[in-house]
């Protein structure tokens, strides 16, 4: 199984970019939860936002509700996620990675990727 993220880049506090995350050689893909997580400069992983595969549940850290939208194409095999009102505090690489086959999207935690980190995208919030 491998991703690809692409989207990122350098923006000014209050703009928007959207993330995508390209997955293959995950068969069955719309039945994983596939989520989307970061890394601030010196801080660890953390969950940002993931979405079931089967229902689209949806579940968002505190810290971007309201600013940032999940979806995914199941045809295509495509994640994105929608940031708006981007703040210099969202400065991190951001990775995708599925976390599992039926998992809730609640769990959308580091812990619970089943797969290595990809290579991520960039994103870089000025003030």
């Known amino acids: 199984v491998q991703v690809v993220e692409s989207g990122g880049g350098l923006v000014q506090a209050g703009g928007s970019l959207r993330l995508s995350c390209l997955v293959s050689?995950?068969?069955?893909?719309?039945?994983?939860?596939i989520g989307w997580f970061r890394q601030a400069p010196g801080k660890e992983h953390e969950g940002v936002s993931c979405?079931?595969?089967?229902?689209?549940?949806?579940y968002y850290a505190d810290f971007v509700k309201g600013r940032f939208i999940i979806s995914k194409d199941n045809a295509k095999k495509v994640v994105y996620l929608q940031m708006t009102g981007l703040k210099p505090e969202d400065t991190a690489m951001y990775f995708c990675?599925?976390?599992?086959?039926?998992?809730?999207?609640?769990?959308?935690?580091?812990?619970?990727?089943?797969?290595?980190w990809g290579q991520g995208t960039r994103v870089t919030v000025s003030s």
């Open positions: 979405i079931e595969g089967v229902n689209g549940d949806e």
């Open positions: 990675a599925p976390t599992g086959q039926y998992f809730k999207a609640q769990y959308c935690e580091p812990r619970n990727i089943i797969i290595p």
């Open positions: 050689g995950l068969k069955n893909f719309d039945e994983y939860t």
